[in-house]
């Protein structure tokens, strides 16, 4: 069975149809531009190019970089235009992609979904920690494999700034941080959360999960299992997928 999904991050908005049998693309996935400003219309816009790329007809899970609602409604929008809040995005894609069946779901927990049931998550108990790190910082919470949905831990307050201000992907290449730099406050950043949730398992996602050799072996006195994403950049594709099918 294959559903189509949709991930939208700060710098783009990518998707493919996803194999649900395999957990992985049945397609080479299509990527465009992430508008700036990134208001829905704009948003949607690149969302319908994507889907279009594929002549796809069937249902489509759609991720978004903030918290959802009843997956449908828009209540945060901390890395694309504030317009986004209180908007009902189920109805702005459903509406762009000509009536297609549509489902919208947190970022991070739709990559989160996917990892439990496909990647290192797979098989996993106790409490475990997905961390998207890309333009901010996503999270998804599990415990026993039940998602904790729209935590948003990339706004928890470390040393006086939002955490992924200081250590998200962005902020490493918008300081000119060497990987040593960045794994420092990384560390620091998984130390705060450790504190507060005692995870088994910290998962690392996001683009920079590719390059987990260049620093995830220089993060130091965190108890948890520390591990990158096994499908890597393409997990947010996969669980939109599989929030779609759900509600299909």
Known sequence: MQIFGVDIGGSGIKGAPVDLEKGDLAQERCKVLTPHPATPDGVADGVKQVVDHFGWTGPVGVTFPGVVTGGATVRTAANVDKSWIDTDARALFGARLGGLPVTVVNDADAAGVAEMQFGAGR?????????????????????????????????????????????SSKAKDDHGLSWEQWSRRVQKYLAHVEMLFSPELFIIGGGVSRKSDRFLHLIEGVRAEIVPAQLLNNAGIVGAAMRAAQQA
């Open 123 to 167: 098989d996993r108990k106790g409490t475990v920690i997905l961390l998207t790190f890309g333009t901010g910082i996503g999270s998804a919470v599990f415990v026993d494999g039940v998602l904790v949905p729209n935590t948003e831990l990339g706004h928890l307050e470390l040393k006086g700034h939002e955490a992924e201000k200081k250590a």
